[in-house]
């Protein structure tokens, strides 16, 4: 079965780092791009990015570019969403989602349950 | 890039048709046959519905059905039910290898 389990919920001051993760399962990792998918509380949904992990290319939108750092490690199948520091702003529910389609992007076949971020004095 | 626009609700009875709209422009929509459909029930992940403009993953009703028309996608439940209360996104592929979604309508049946 394919699968994506992502990390627990976090809650985190303003200004901290954090780090992310997305394991993937019951697929050949290194083939597929994998992307984060931010929704903000009672918001729609957001397409920030994306990384190949078999080259680890990365495809930013510019709405998040410079804001936050995809990446992943092949060896134990998991990608990664980092903050360097959180803003009370980055509050939301993120998921990770596997892409495909004749680009290999074109689309999300496979998502994640989400992980809740909260960020707050 | 802008979001794409659908509108914020509709609704319907059982057993009747809906129809959500998702408007880009001629660089998005228009340009590629790469729309895809999105359900999301509250308090739940994003479900894939419809890829490439049409075509509906193994396990989808065929009540789901999509189509396109010059810089607007469309995605009709025919035969509504209670369990398709949700909200519904659309995306778009665009250019520089990247998604974009649109702003999500929330189904309600009546």
Known sequence: ?121 | QSALTQPPSVSGSPGQSVTISCTGTSSDVGYYNRVSWYQQPPGTAPKLMIYDVRNRPSGVPDRFSGSKSGNTASLTISGLQAEDEADYYCSSYISSSTLVFGGGTKLTVL
């Open chain 1, 1 to 121: 079965e394919v699968q994506l389990v992502q990390s627990g919920p976090e809650v985190k001051k303003p200004g901290e780092s954090l780090k992310i993760s997305c394991k993937g399962s019951g697929y050949r990792f290194t083939t597929y791009w994998i992307g984060w998918v931010r929704q903000m509380p009672g918001k729609g949904l957001e397409w920030m990015g994306i990384i190949y992990p078999g080259d680890s290319e990365t495809r930013y939108s510019p709405s998040f570019q410079g804001q936050v750092t995809i990446s992943a490690d092949k060896s134990i199948t998991t990608a990664y969403l980092q903050w360097s520091s959180l803003k009370a702003s980055d509050t939301a529910i993120y998921y990770c989602a596997r892409h495909t389609g004749l680009d290999g992007i074109d689309y999300m076949d496979v998502w994640g349950i989400g992980t809740t971020v909260t960020v707050s004095s």
